[in-house]
């Protein structure tokens, strides 16, 4: 694409490489993935909600969680959204889907790819399991998504 | 639950993000570069009812709801609003590679505008920063027509 409209179209380019420590919680639950294809998420002491992804603390009590949960394989699917539009940022070509999935036995939700299905056969409320990537290497992409049940 | 071998292991996440995409610069930004790109001016639009001269130039006032069609020229002087001076060398994610450091960075109010625009100081050091500071912006000599034909601003003595 090189024009608008016969309007000026500016091309953006975002490139940035980066990495970081992902602590001892959420290294952990990495390592969960990559090593048992588990889904592990942390009760607060207080409100007794189970965190997932694992958290190290409780934002809505503000103390460290202390129990480690395993949640899942399947879940419910909160909400989601349907992408059309291309671009190299999404781990799939199109068209893919985005949701937000609860998992049970747990009282917050994730965010991943809906796969193995229609974009268009997917509803809220549906029941989805986690798909585990062939090769796993520590990441949020070991999941590779959650697919209808 | 059993301690499991690897259980205790910290990682390091690797990303790359990358994001390429094409954006329709619309009537107003079109002009702004296209001056900057032609004639090496900076271009900014005033309000009819309040009389504020938006840069970068905004199609319609953002308090006052009016279109803005009277174009005004701002600048190249101006002086600094705010700064934060950069010591880590950051990725500029428009190039992939991190700018030599230190620099700064500001909000820069430019000589007869009423915004302020976001910009690199070539100045980093922050004994020599200061707000109200003078400076003038730097045009690349090969100018394409996009922010980046403002290569940063320098100080300058008056």
Request: with cysteine; hydrophobic share 35%.
């Amino acid at each position: 694409m090189s024009d608008h409209m016969g309007g000026m179209v500016l091309h953006g380019k975002i490139d940035l490489p980066f990495s970081y420590s992902a602590g001892k919680t959420a290294s952990r639950f990495f390592v969960e993935l990559r090593d048992h294809q588990r889904i592990m998420g942390k009760r607060c002491p207080l409100c007794r909600r189970v965190i997932v992804p694992a958290q190290l603390f409780c934002k809505e009590c503000f103390v460290e969680t202390d129990e480690w949960v395993e949640v899942g394989p399947e879940g419910t699917l909160v909400t989601f959204t349907v992408v059309y539009h291309k671009g190299n940022h999404h781990p799939k070509n199109v068209p893919l889907a985005y949701g937000i999935i609860k998992l049970d036995g747990a009282d917050t939700s994730i965010v991943h790819l809906l796969g193995e299905t229609d974009v268009t056969k997917l509803e809220h409320g549906m029941k989805v399991r986690v798909v585990f990537s062939e090769k796993r290497k520590g990441h949020i992409l070991d999941i590779e998504c959650f697919r209808p049940v | 639950m059993e301690k499991k071998k690897g259980q205790d292991e910290l990682l390091r996440i690797t990303i790359h993000m990358k994001a390429h995409y094409w954006f329709p610069a619309g009537s107003h930004y079109e002009r702004f570069f296209k001056e900057i790109k032609e004639t090496g001016r900076i271009m900014g639009v005033k309000c009819p009812d309040c009389g504020r001269v938006l840069v970068p130039p905004r199609p319609v006032c953002g308090e006052c709801f009016s279109k803005t069609e009277e174009w005004v020229q701002v600048g190249p002087k101006g002086k600094v609003i705010a700064f934060t001076s950069i010591y880590f060398p950051f990725i500029d994610g428009t190039t992939g590679k991190p700018r030599p450091i230190p620099y700064g960075a500001g909000l820069i109010q430019l000589d007869g505008a009423f915004s302020a625009i976001n910009h690199i100081l070539e100045e980093g050091d922050p004994e020599k920063l200061h707000i109200g500071m003078r400076v003038e912006a730097v045009l690349k000599e090969k100018r394409e027509g996009n922010i980046g034909d403002i290569l940063f601003f320098r100080s300058i003595e008056e």
